[in-house]
């Protein structure tokens, strides 16, 4: 650990208490819903994570439009949090909002195609490259059918992931790494993720993961010719941020291909790199891809996408399936609401000048951000894809999640979480992530790095 931390760290916990009275102090109305939403809810919140914001109590929000939201103590916040990507093509976008009027009195759901549906169905394959298209409500339940859909095709049962993925709540990813005791590195086996509530059958069974940029280890485990899929993120997001080393994922294309293993990338956050996402951008094209988050506005929806090749096969192993419950699909996914909402999204927001601003201005708060530290002289580094940028604290981006975990320092990232929290300016919980919208204005740019240029001289001041 680097000295100039350790201090920090000394100091953000007195830092912490003295925000977290601030905090209680700018928000009453907030401590009061939660006080209330006691009486019905599991810690006060409709899904349990909201309370584990670090906040004294939930914020609670009254309107968020673009960059940015009021909680219920009318406060106005500049959010680049954005749902953690779900609202990354900003809040309630007016397109989106006008397709929802519309479709409004016509009918949200029938089990049956809208029939905007070939729209759409062009729309995604114009946007992300692949022709063809399933849909899902969530990200999750996409890579959950996508891992199915790569067992039946395949035959085999093992899926490869890599060290602190996060693809959802899908059991199978849901997996942790126990490493040698002798040299503290090598992956020795896989294990279900220690926190996990209700778990009952061992993940380790079909799951294997090692680390990520570690060409070795998965050339190793793909050569026992068992594995289905490899599934991962073009960088891993949800440990911090850790970059692919470059020709990582062009690699991986070729030695899934090699050993007869289907590659998935999972870019439900990656859609940040550009439009089209990561892999489109990057000239490779994975068997799967898995968008999810923000493809309708905010509204639950995702999609996953594959080749012709692969329609073929899944269809081939769809008809030679018995009649009856195939596991794949919910009752709600591809509704004429959540369709209107998608075919909104995709031709009328996520549009090439809206990836053009969102890059520039992302790009922009990189270079204020990458002053601001050395302004400090903190050995930290900022890592950017796209509009997606990730403050971590250590002198340069990991190479793996182990590193990224050492990296992490709870009591300071809460203390720099909070402080800017209490002047009007939203980061990621769980770690330091900052997304920037298409109505992210200059001047919300320059709030962030003005409020995180005084929290920092706080600290460093100590
Ligand atoms: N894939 C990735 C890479 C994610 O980061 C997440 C959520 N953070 C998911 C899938 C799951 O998304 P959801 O919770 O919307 O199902």
Not at 111 to 131: E, R, S, Y
Not at 424 to 439: A, D, R
Request: include cysteine.
């Amino acid at each position: 650990m680097h000295s100039t931390n350790n201090a920090l760290i000394a100091y953000a916990e007195r830092l912490l208490k003295s925000e977290r009275q601030r905090y209680l102090q700018l928000h009453p109305t907030s401590a009061r819903l939660a006080e209330e939403a006691r009486q019905h809810y599991l810690y006060g919140v409709p899904m349990h994570w909201m309370n584990d914001w670090g906040t004294p109590t939930p914020l609670f929000v009254r309107e968020a439009r673009g960059a940015h939201f009021t909680c219920a103590d009318n406060i106005d916040y500049t959010d680049f949090c954005l749902g953690d990507t779900g609202a990354m093509f900003g809040h309630s976008p007016e397109p989106v909002a006008r397709a929802l009027e519309e479709q409004a009195r016509r009918g949200f759901t029938a089990m049956l195609p809208g029939v905007n549906t070939p729209d759409v169905g062009a729309a995604l394959a114009d946007q992300f490259g692949l022709p063809y298209w399933q849909l899902a409500t969530t990200a999750t339940d996409a890579n959950r059918f996508v891992l199915r859909w790569a067992r039946a095709v395949t035959g085999r049962t093992k899926l490869l992931v890599f060290d602190g993925c996060y693809h959802g709540t899908v059991d199978d990813t849901l997996v942790d790494c126990v490493v040698d005791a002798e040299d503290g590195k090598t992956v020795s086996q896989t294990v279900s993720r220690a926190s996990l509530i209700g778990q009952t059958v061992d993940l380790g069974l079909n799951t294997v993961a090692v680390d990520f940029n570690d060409l070795a280890a998965v050339e190793r485990e793909l050569s026992s010719g068992e594995i289905a899929c490899l599934l991962t993120e073009p960088a891993l997001t949800n440990c911090g941020m850790v970059p692919a080393l470059p020709g990582f994922i062009a690699r991986l294309r070729e030695l899934t291909t090699r050993y007869g293993t289907l590659l998935i990338l999972d870019e439900t956050h990656t859609i940040s790199s550009g439009r089209g996402g990561w892999a489109r951008n990057a000239g490779i094209e994975p068997d799967f891809v898995v968008f999810g988050k923000p493809i309708a506005g905010g509204l639950p929806a995702a999609a996953y996408g594959f080749s012709a090749v692969l329609a073929k096969r899944m269809q081939a192993a769809k008809d030679a399936a018995p009649p009856g419950h195939s596991g794949i699909g919910t009752t709600l996914s591809g509704n004429m609401l959540t369709l209107a909402a998608l075919h909104a999204t995709l031709t009328e927001v996520a549009t090439p000048a809206a990836y053009e601003h969102m890059l520039t201005l992302a790009a922009t708060l990189e270079q204020g951000l990458t002053a601001l530290l050395a302004r400090h002289a903190l050995p930290w580094c900022i890592t950017r894809i796209g509009a997606r940028l990730e403050l971590q604290f250590c002198p340069t981006a990991p190479v793996n999640a182990r590193e990224a975990r050492a990296a992490q320092q709870d009591e300071l990232e809460h203390a720099i979480h909070l402080y800017l929290l209490n002047r009007g300016v939203l980061l990621t919980p769980f770690h330091n992530m900052m997304l920037v919208c298409p109505e992210t204005r200059p001047a919300d740019i320059d709030k962030l790095l003005t409020v995180l240029d005084d929290c920092l001289s706080t600290l460093t001041a100590h």
